[in-house]
């Protein structure tokens, strides 16, 4: 098997559940946030300081890397860890999401998607089978079965019809995945804000035995106390001695808060994104660089952080390099941000091995919510 997950000890205040992940390229501490590569690059990044701040692990994506430079390629550089100098775990995600979410001209059939390029508008194609093709080629220690993420809001009907099509499409990808000892793959519920149909994904799914589940088609616009709901539905429904992974969740409220729902892996381009825009996450909140008030400002982004940017750099000086389009500034807010997340998981972690995550998540909410002039995401 190529991913084992091993359950260390449950918290006894909360239940959240603290566990290694081994993989052929390293083992992981969970729970984990995954910083996202999109295109087999953490963007203004590079591997060594990724490593430097504590990342395990790191996602790409199977729909723009197939666009390109395109999956041969990547295969013939000797797959993703090769071709980007990377040594440590790669989850992809399946292309599904991206297929669903930036191609307006798509087509679904029993067979898969029909849509054309978001670059040169070329029709391409993309079912169960052509995304363990991708996959495959790109050589991840952890690949996704293709799923259908439905939209929020939508209809009961068309969310069972999208699920139990995703449970067809699981099997296929199951029945095409021809590197097990190399490559996990794990299955995706869905279900959309619809409790029961959570239920029944779930079940339907679990009968595949799949080494990890994900948990899709949450954080799609829907309120967080909604998707807090169907993580209670779900979870206790994963079986407890394989990883579950909340695919696209990254603002810090919803981390804590997803692992006391017992999640285990997490990812999304938020922290990073945002960072390129001049907004980094403190432990007092959101702090939005470009603002006038920071111009005289000679503090650091965080006092409460001893990350690189934090240590050399003062506020004033990040957003003279933001507003001047300095692609340094872009480094430093990029740096502050995942290492602010990867530093949350460690305290989360530790807090698990203290029994006390709900101390820590009463805490941590009290300074992050506490402060009138800063605003959580």
Request: glycine share 8%.
């Amino acid at each position: 098997m190529a991913v084992r997950y091993e359950l260390i000890k449950t918290c006894r205040q909360t239940g959240a559940r603290l566990g290694r992940l081994h993989t052929p390229h390293g083992t992981i501490d969970t729970p984990v946030f995954m910083p996202v590569g999109t295109l087999a690059t953490v963007k203004t990044m590079s591997p060594e300081e990724l490593k430097q701040i504590g990342a395990q692990i790191i996602l790409s994506n199977t729909y723009h890397l197939f666009l390109r430079p395109g999956h041969d390629i990547v295969a013939e550089a000797g797959g993703l860890h090769a071709f980007m100098n990377w040594d440590r775990a790669i989850l992809t995600d399946s292309g599904g999401f991206q297929v669903f979410s930036l191609s307006k001209l798509r087509r679904i059939s029993e067979e898969g998607v029909a849509f054309r390029s978001h670059i040169s508008g070329e029709p391409l194609f993309i079912g169960p089978e052509k995304s363990m093709e991708i996959q495959h080629a790109l050589g991840a220690d952890i690949v996704m079965a293709f799923d259908e993420c439905p939209p929020y809001p939508a209809e009961r009907d068309y969310v069972k019809a999208s699920l139990e099509r995703t449970t067809r499409w699981a099997e296929r990808c199951l029945n095409a995945h021809q590197r097990s000892g190399e490559q996990a793959l794990f299955g995706i519920v869905q279900g959309g804000m619809y409790g029961d149909l959570r239920e029944q994904s779930a079940r339907e799914l679990t009968q595949f035995d799949f080494p990890g589940y994900a948990v899709g088609g949450l954080s799609v616009g829907e309120p967080k106390e909604l998707m807090y709901d169907m993580l209670e539905v779900t979870t206790p429904l994963l079986p407890a001695d394989k990883p579950r992974y909340l695919m696209g969740v990254g603002s810090p409220d919803a981390l804590v808060e997803g692992v006391l729902r017992g999640i285990d892996m997490f990812d999304c381009v938020l922290p990073t994104r945002i960072a390129r825009n001049g907004t980094t996450m403190t432990s007092t909140g959101r702090l939005v660089i470009r603002n006038a008030k920071f111009a005289r400002d000679f503090g650091s982004l965080d006092p409460a952080c001893d990350c690189y940017t934090c240590c050399n750099y003062s506020r004033a000086y990040i957003r003279h390099l933001m507003k001047a389009d300095e692609i340094f500034g872009m480094r430093l807010t990029t740096t502050h941000n995942l290492y602010f997340l990867l530093q949350l998981m460690k305290n989360v972690r530790q807090a698990i091995v203290d029994d006390r995550l709900q101390d820590f998540r009463d805490e941590f909410f009290a300074r992050y919510y506490g402060q009138g002039s800063y605003k959580a995401f």
